[in-house]
């Protein structure tokens, strides 16, 4: 089993900066493959963007455009998400999530881009960017 905790979010202004952590306990997750996603109230989880174990990443290219950057220190078994300029339309509950079954491969981004597959979460850290 492997627990995740998210920390970092908060309240910013817009253009303002973010840097979410992940932490991992209960194993190792340094070969997983590690999401982001994002969820606003009465919507689905939106998929931000993922790390796997080899540092590669893919982001959702409909609002990320440059501005997040997804890293992981395996030494401390944490992956973050750093967020610049942020816009009063990221604000959500931002979840991220590990799975050992997959990688950032072409085919497989029906997976690792799906909250479905993803087979241990986090609690989820509020981020709120005011106007």
């Known amino acids: 089993q492997v627990q995740l905790v998210e920390s970092g979010g908060g309240m910013v202004q817009s253009g303002g900066s973010l840097r979410l952590s992940c932490t991992a306990s209960g194993r190792t997750f340094s070969s997983y493959t590690v999401g982001w996603f994002r969820q606003v109230p009465g919507e689905e989880r939106e998929f931000v963007g993922a790390?796997?174990?080899?540092?590669?990443?893919?982001y959702n290219t409909d609002f990320v455009k440059g501005r997040f950057t997804i890293f992981r220190s395996n030494a401390k078994d944490t992956v973050y998400l750093r967020m610049n300029s942020l816009k009063p339309e990221d604000t959500a509950v931002y979840y991220c999530a590990a799975d050992p079954k997959f990688q950032l491969m072409d085919d497989a981004v029906a997976y690792f881009t799906s909250s479905l597959f993803y087979a241990y979460w986090g609690q989820g850290t509020q981020v709120t960017v005011s106007s």
């Open positions: 790390i796997n174990l080899n540092g590669d990443t893919r």
